[in-house]
């Protein structure tokens, strides 16, 4: 079992920076890849990022490259997501999640463990 609880989601205005953490607990948090994905209204649950178990792979979905930045602190046991140059389509819950198996996917359903989700929103 893995519990994951996501913090730092907030308004800010366009252009403007947030950075979310995601805290792991429950397994050894060194042996498995980490993903964030986000959901807007209305819409699916899409990736965003991903990070292998080392830190030493990161994988970002087109739309963010440039502006985002995961990163893990296995010390911590702690996941990042800083984001820049934030836009008004950036807004969403956003979910962490962990891969148990893999070294870290777009694929939402390799995902064995969820958190429960931090809104972010972006005002233009």
């Known amino acids: 079992q893995v519990q994951l609880v996501e913090s730092g989601g907030g308004l800010v205005q366009a252009g403007g920076s947030l950075r979310l953490s995601c805290a792991a607990s429950?397994?050894?948090?060194?042996?498995?890849?980490m993903g964030w994905f986000r959901q807007a209204p209305g819409k699916e649950r899409d990736f965003v990022a991903a990070i292998s178990w080392s830190g030493s792979s990161t994988y970002y979905t087109d739309s963010v490259k440039g502006r985002f930045t995961i990163s893990r602190d296995n010390a911590k046991n702690t996941v990042y997501l800083q984001m820049n140059k934030l836009k008004p389509e950036d807004t969403a819950v956003y979910y962490c999640?962990?891969?148990?198996w893999g070294l870290g996917s777009n694929n939402r359903d390799v995902y064995d463990y969820w958190g429960k989700g931090t809104q972010v929103t972006v005002s233009s």
């Open positions: 999640a962990a891969d148990l």
């Open positions: 429950g397994r050894t948090f060194s042996s498995y890849a």
